[in-house]
């Protein structure tokens, strides 16, 4: 398995353990960082964040194309408001999550949005936190070809002057004038709404750094140290297997701080336009 789909099974596991709702996505602070930084409140901002995307569904939606769903989790919460559901994603252990959870009657398919293929269409596509990892031009013309009305994107993407693959995970992490030039050469399609929520979001990484730095890296450290100590061999072992990771993991986190500086965070609403 590779390391990024160790880190999301894990972050899902986490999710369903901890927050009780299996989502992925980053939360949302409308009224700013918690008083105190905790998992508990990262969960509730998941739900928050949900709850803000829902509110931009149009009410003439009654079918979703779910594109990278993730555990499945959104795609749930959305089936239980009354909204039928199809779901795609490339990463098949977190497919086997979804289909686990989902009622039978949502299709869940194993591919990334370029290579899907069905003779159907939908009133929207939906993009949460996965429109970054899909080629601007296939995705816009693929949201041409599967929507009939809308388009919802809650993602992030590079600011201007920063490079792509500053950081790991295989995005595209387009800048968001170049999603606009893009979207101005597909004339069926209009932005009806775009906002910038970088601040509601970036307390995410606060609380991360937090648990990250004061809890997870002491302890480790810790850890190691007592291997070391009581358990020599398997110590030298652990270091020479997990070292470089481990040190990469104890290293202080300052995410809060480089994400902002990089990305912006935004809800952007498509509309096909009307003829004429």
């Not at 009780?20 to 990262?42: E, I, K, V």
């Not at 989790?73 to 979804?98: F, I, K, V």
């Not at 850890?223 to 470089?244: A, K, Q, T």
Request: with cysteine.
């Amino acid at each position: 398995m590779k390391l990024k789909d160790f880190r999301l099974d894990f972050e899902a596991m986490l999710s369903e353990v901890v927050y009780g709702h299996g989502f992925l996505h980053y939360g949302y602070f409308p009224d700013g960082p918690p008083a105190t930084p905790s998992l508990q409140a990262l969960g509730a901002a998941q739900q928050a964040w949900f709850d803000r995307m829902v509110a931009e569904i149009p009410s003439q939606v009654t079918t979703i194309l779910d594109v990278g769903s993730g555990t499945g989790a959104n795609a749930l919460a959305l089936t239980a408001r009354g909204y039928q559901l199809e779901c795609l994603s490339p990463s098949t252990q977190l497919n086997a999550m979804a289909r686990a959870k989902l009622p039978e009657s949502v299709r869940v398919h194993d591919t990334g949005f370029e290579g899907f293929d069905v003779p159907r269409q939908f009133d929207m596509c939906l993009f949460g936190e996965s429109f970054h990892y899909i080629e601007l031009a296939p995705a816009l013309a693929a949201i041409d070809r599967y929507a009939t009305h809308s388009a919802l994107i809650f993602d992030y993407f590079r600011r201007p002057g920063v490079e792509r693959g500053v950081d790991s995970g295989g995005g595209r992490r387009q800048t968001h004038a170049e999603f606009c030039a893009a979207l101005d050469q597909n004339p069926g399609w209009q932005i009806a709404h775009d906002e910038d929520v970088t601040e509601a979001i970036q307390p995410t990484f606060v609380i991360l750094d937090h648990v990250k730095n004061a809890h997870v890296a002491p302890f480790l450290t810790r850890l190691r140290g007592e291997f070391r100590r009581s358990r020599p061999v398997l110590g030298r072992i652990l270091e020479w297997g997990l070292g470089r990771r481990m040190d990469k993991i104890v290293r202080p986190s300052e995410r809060s701080e480089r994400f902002a500086e990089r990305y912006e965070y935004r809800l952007i609403r498509l509309a096909r336009r009307g003829p004429g």
